[in-house]
């Protein structure tokens, strides 16, 4: 299975901040398609997850383009241009190139 | 717009099997793929398996041997069932085709 290394585990940044979190997989997570499937995601406390970014570096509709996505094979970045308090939470890596899917262990964002 | 509701029976006792819902709308299961993702208090997210609009299943690993995942798509509805569990299947289960997310369903293993 592949396995998705997130870093940091906690991220401390204050309102304003540029900010990335790296995910780096155990193998390469480009498909024969020729697409890249790997997502990244936002749980907010209390909420349920939600896509911010698909196949690498495709904002999902309605997230504000603060946030971008960058990478290839195995290692990837999601990057928060500017933090603000609503983008506090936890942040997943999410693999869909190769069955069984998988996520990393999650970066938390929190305020410094 | 799509909806997903979870539905199930919230308590379940050690040992016993754990039937799930997830009842869509908004969108055809014959077009999209639908996943089980699983979310134990405090801890993170764990992809559990899903159905492809094709009807084809895929199971995690550590799962796979007490999991079924199916559907009907005359009711499109989404079904999971998984054996043997135990407490450390307490968790929120959520259905979802990734693009959008429900609000889950808790599910507690208790005696």
């Known amino acids: 299975d592949v396995v998705l290394t997130q870093t940091p585990p906690t991220l401390s940044a204050t309102i304003g901040q540029s900010v990335s979190i790296s995910c780096r997989s155990s193998?390469?997570?480009?498909?024969?398609?020729?697409?890249?499937?790997l997502n990244w995601l936002l749980q907010r406390p209390g909420q349920s997850p939600q896509l911010l970014i698909y196949s690498v570096s495709n904002l999902e509709s309605g997230v504000p383009n603060r946030f971008s996505g960058s990478g290839s094979e195995t290692d990837f970045t999601l990057k928060i241009s500017g933090v603000e308090a609503e983008d506090l939470g936890v942040y997943y890596c999410?693999?869909?190139?190769?069955?069984?899917?998988?996520f990393g262990a999650g970066t938390k964002l929190e305020l410094k | 717009q799509v909806q997903l509701k979870e539905s199930g029976p919230g308590l379940v006792q050690p040992s016993q099997t754990l039937s799930l819902t997830c009842t869509v709308s908004?969108?055809?299961?014959?077009?999209?793929?639908v996943h089980w993702v699983r979310q134990p208090p405090g801890k993170g997210l764990e992809w559990m398996g899903g159905?492809?609009?094709?009807?084809?299943?895929a199971y995690n690993s550590a799962l796979k041997s007490r999991l079924s995942i199916s559907r009907d798509t005359s009711k499109s509805q989404v079904f999971l069932k998984m054996n043997s569990l135990q407490t450390e299947d307490t968790a929120i289960y959520f259905c979802?085709?990734?693009?959008?997310w429900g609000p889950g369903t808790m599910v507690t293993v208790s005696s």
């Open positions: 908004g969108f055809s299961l014959t077009s999209y793929d």
């Open positions: 159905i492809w609009g094709d009807g084809s299943t």
């Open positions: 999410m693999q869909a190139t190769h069955a069984p899917y998988t």
């Open positions: 979802t085709p990734l693009g959008f």
């Open positions: 193998q390469s997570l480009l498909d024969s398609d020729g697409d890249t499937y």
